[in-house]
């Protein structure tokens, strides 16, 4: 995070830290020092989607195969459009494991009295974690087929209030599933801030932080005055005495 000067800053969570697991322990960061922030209200995002369709003619039936966003277990809702006056009933379908076919997940009925559009809503709570894909199937049975358009997936996205006291980069830290959700004494004073509208703080590239981590965990192994480096060496010589011990000739020879 960017912040050019110091003052009160709303960051909305971008869609790859929104759908991440445990998105509410994330940590602001700002040199090595978590910054106190709370909780503002979410914002709700949508995501198109991309879905390969399939028709049968002699059953008169057809099958869309929507590809998921990462984090599916957090997306909210599924949304399409169609024209027309119709009457469908509509099957939800999740891959089996192994693709090895597909397996029923929900079934609603979707009526349409006008010729105006009309839209398809499907509550997504529940949608197995990890799920890439998932089918829609509708029979049309003795009339003519409708056709899906603008496939959407929404998301609440959290937003972070914080007070930043200086300018510079700020880091967020976010993706431990250990980590509990934190809290600040700046809950406190929430009510007295309500009243003021905060600047926009934009989130920059998501990073993995694993290499980083032991990067700088190795670096503080041989901070001065650590117990790491203590360790380390006395690994390094007792490797050295178990090499020194196999070169030496045993005693018979």
């Known amino acids: 995070l960017q912040v050019n000067e110091p003052g009160y800053y709303r960051l909305v969570l971008n869609r790859e830290a929104s759908l991440g697991r445990n998105a509410g322990s994330v940590r602001i960061v700002k040199d090595n020092m978590q910054v106190p922030y709370f909780s503002g209200p979410s914002e709700e995002k949508t995501i198109s989607l991309t879905a390969t369709s399939e028709y049968d003619k002699g059953k008169n039936r057809t099958v869309w195969t929507i590809e998921l966003p990462a984090g599916s277990a957090n997306l909210a809702d599924l949304n399409a459009e169609a024209d027309g006056v119709f009457d469908r009933v509509v099957k939800f379908e999740l891959p089996l494991q192994g693709r090895?076919?597909?397996?029923?997940?929900?079934?609603?009925?979707?009526?349409?009295?006008?010729?105006?559009?009309?839209?398809?809503?499907?509550?997504?709570?529940?949608?197995?974690?990890?799920?890439?894909?998932?089918?829609?199937?509708?029979?049309?049975?003795?009339?003519?087929?409708?056709?899906?358009?603008?496939?959407?997936?929404?998301?609440?996205?959290?937003?972070?209030?914080?007070?930043?006291?200086?300018?510079?980069?700020?880091?967020?830290?976010g993706g431990n599933e250990k980590a509990a959700a934190?809290?600040?004494?700046?809950?406190?004073?929430?009510?007295?801030?309500?009243?003021?509208?905060?600047?926009?703080?934009?989130?920059?590239?998501?990073?993995?932080?694993?290499?980083?981590?032991?990067?700088?965990?190795?670096?503080?192994?041989?901070?001065?005055?650590?117990?790491?480096?203590?360790?380390?060496?006395?690994?390094?010589?007792?490797?050295?005495?178990l090499v020194i011990a196999r070169l030496f000739p045993k005693a018979e020879q």
């Open 182 to 241: 934190p809290k600040y004494d700046l809950t406190l004073v929430q009510a007295h801030l309500a009243d003021v509208l905060p600047k926009t703080a934009e989130m920059g590239s998501v990073e993995s932080a694993s290499s980083a981590g032991f990067k700088n965990a190795m670096m503080g192994i041989f901070e001065d005055k650590s117990w790491g480096l203590y360790a380390v060496l006395g690994a390094v010589t007792l490797i050295l005495m």
């Open 100 to 173: 090895a076919g597909w397996q029923a997940w929900r079934t609603l009925r979707w009526q349409n009295a006008a010729q105006t559009a009309t839209k398809l809503h499907l509550r997504l709570a529940g949608l197995p974690e990890g799920t890439k894909e998932l089918r829609i199937v509708m029979d049309h049975g003795d009339n003519r087929p409708i056709e899906l358009r603008k496939l959407q997936a929404s998301y609440f996205a959290p937003s972070l209030l914080f007070l930043a006291s200086a300018s510079g980069e700020y880091a967020l830290y």
